[in-house]
């Protein structure tokens, strides 16, 4: 077995190898970016028929077996993951033969809600309210601190709205304990934000840095729905605004180079990336709050050390991916413009069963991605870019009246698909 073999090229003289702890969606997509790029790519994957089967050799062993991490970084240029469970003892392992990227420090930043919140409060990054709560009596004392609503979290494995709470009134306490209860827990109070936003930023081995234009997301029940570029103007402006359609179109384009709002989230993410030495994509949910004096401010909620969901729209509505990004970065390659391509673009999210791509890929701007899984109610299958404008040629000034389809018109007939109410053919 070759160890050591650092960010060298394998013995058969072909593309650099990438090494990637999980097998998801997010696997597939970054080999989806880097098989152009003349990359290979190896996973490490317990489960059967995961979504990177036909893009690369699959090591089939549960993450933290060594038997296993050994064969996934044999003759690899770097490793990199694809979600941010990947045991740190497992990652550290891996980084004494091959350099692992995001570096291990920012999974064990990222895996637990208390460090993480307390690694933004450090950095001075404000957070909603939040405590640590063990035992029932340190819920009580933590809802006494912090008020209601609240929002008791597991601090460890929760993810897409699993392992979470929304307490209202003190009478739901004994039932939330009793989901939850038994597990580290974090409460934290709860945040009437008036827009939930994400900061992807990406940073190279070299140093080199980038931010994408603010992401305005939408969840429901925890899971993110949908994405939109550029993110709306002040939702209280554009009440107020004749142009605005209001209802997700890109009426209201924010420049990254003048809007305060994007300058206060990268320079968030600026002191994450240093804080943590940090290399290739990191994304940072983020709470958009009134303030009293700057009219609104950003508190982090938090980070994903990788490619995340709320960058999809980066793959067709970007001048380079989030996931070619990433891999350019983990490489030490030179970064990919990170602009916006065209006038705006969406992502929708495929939950469940999803419509018939003859239906989809029909709306003007729309690009299907499917992850190749086995459709469960609300598990994620696939989801749909949508863009509009910018180019030459059809389709290309759609904003201005050429085409009069803009963007908030191909999101709403997307979403009749995706949630059923759509005029399908006979
Ligand atoms: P999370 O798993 O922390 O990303 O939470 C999933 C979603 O739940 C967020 O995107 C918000 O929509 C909502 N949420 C989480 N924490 C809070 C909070 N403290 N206050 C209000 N909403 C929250």
Known sequence: MVKGSGAGLPSSGQGPLVAVVGGGQLGRMLALAGLPLGLRFR??????EPPVRDLGAVVRTAYDDPEGLDALVHGAAVVTYEFENVPVAAARRLAESTPVFPPPQ???MAQDRLTE????RSLGIGTAPYRAVGTREELDEAVREIGLPAVLKTRRMGYDGKGQVVLRESSELDSAWATLGG???ILEGFVDFRREL????????????AFYPLVENEHIDGILVRS???ASRDPVLAAASPESTGDGGADSPLSSATSPVQAEAEGIARRVLDHLSYVGVLAIELFEVPDPERGTRLLANEMAPRVHNSGHWTQDGAWTSQ???HLRAVLGLPLGDTGLRGEGAAMINLLGTPPPREELVRVPGAHLHLYDKEPRPGRKVGHVNVTVGGGVGP???AVQGADPMGLAERVRRVRELVEGRGERPE
């Open 228 to 230: 939109r570029v550029p």
């Open 106 to 108: 920012a999974l064990e």
């Open 43 to 48: 996973f490490l994957e317990a489960k059967a």
């Open 183 to 185: 597990r580290p827990l």
């Open 198 to 209: 994400s900061i992807l930023a990406v940073r190279s081995r070299s140093g080199e840095t």
């Open 117 to 120: 919140k307390e690694g933004f």
């Open 323 to 325: 996931f070619e990004n």
């Open 395 to 397: 389709g290309a000034g």
